[in-house]
């Protein structure tokens, strides 16, 4: 047996570690970590509240949902292995600037987007494709790539 390894499998390999940045979690202190917590104490408190209260639309929790845990991700998850480790970055900041304003549009005009349904605006189309690049993003920098190439 040949302990050779076949050069299209360590072709792929490369580029899988080339890709893959580690799992690894940022280490908030002071404001960062402050900020996170009250970020995820507001969710909790939301998501309780809708529990108890029941006024809450399904669509609002849907899409308030992952607005939240959108902007946690960005913040906790660095995207590059060069990232900083102590505070979210700008494109971090980017990421979560478009998930308030995508998820927050499908949380609060839900109503009027379905009644548009089957004749779209702009608005409708921009807002879905940042979506998908939010969600696509977020999947890569808490899991891995793999899942949201296999999505594609």
């Given amino acids: 047996m040949s302990t050779q390894v076949n050069p299209v499998i360590d072709f792929f390999r490369r580029i899988f570690e080339s890709l893959e940045v580690s799992r690894t979690q940022r280490d908030f202190e002071g404001f960062w970590k402050i900020l996170f917590k009250i970020i995820a104490a507001c969710y909790s408190l939301f998501l309780i509240v809708g529990a108890v209260y029941g006024r809450i639309t399904p669509q609002m929790i849907r899409g308030l949902f992952i607005l939240f845990i959108s902007t946690m ?50 608005n409708d189309i921009f807002w879905g494709i940042v979506a998908v690049l939010i969600v696509l993003e977020g999947c890569r920098r808490a899991l891995s790539f793999i899942l949201p190439v296999i999505s594609l």
């Fill in 73 to 122: 991700i960005f913040m906790k998850y660095p995207g590059r292995k060069n990232s900083p480790l102590h505070r979210p970055s700008l494109i971090d900041f980017i990421f979560i600037a478009f998930s308030i304003g995508t998820f927050g549009n499908f949380a609060f005009n839900y109503d009027a987007m379905a009644w548009r349904s089957g004749s779209p605006n702009f």
